[in-house]
């Protein structure tokens, strides 16, 4: 496989609750939980237009406008492709209306990012968690 071939663009949210936790999403027939988001389509306009359709589809929720920060970009091993590498552009976000799983969403869990009590893909835990301890954003 080429180099660009082994290489996944996401865009991925990072969204916490009052009392800080952040939300994971697990797909059916995963095991490892990670950030809601996903692949750019052709029809988006952008990397938020992609996040904005992505949280609709698997939470059902939608993105306040004005709202997404940058918070990295980074990259690991993909949770369910182990040949190839995920590279994310990742916003904390707000949203609106009620969270649920949908779509190929099997699980939700709300975590402490500090000690996660579930299993959670390498992208999460090495690059994007680390960045929201002791962060109230
Ligand atoms: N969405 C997301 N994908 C991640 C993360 N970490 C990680 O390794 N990945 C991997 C899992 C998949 O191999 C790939 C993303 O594919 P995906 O299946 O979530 O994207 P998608 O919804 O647009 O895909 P598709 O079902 O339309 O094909 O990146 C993460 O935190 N969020």
Redesign the pocket.
Known sequence: MSDGARI?R?V?AVIRNEAGRSLLVR?RGATMF??????RDPGDADELATLAR?LREELGCELVAGSARLLCHCS?S????PD?R?E?AVYTVNVRGEIAARA?IEELCWIDPAAPNVPV????REHILPLLRGASM
């Open positions: 996944i996401i991925a797909k990670q950030q809601p988001g996903g692949k992505e690991a993909a949770a369910n492709e190839r995920v994310a190929e893909a390498r992208l999460s």
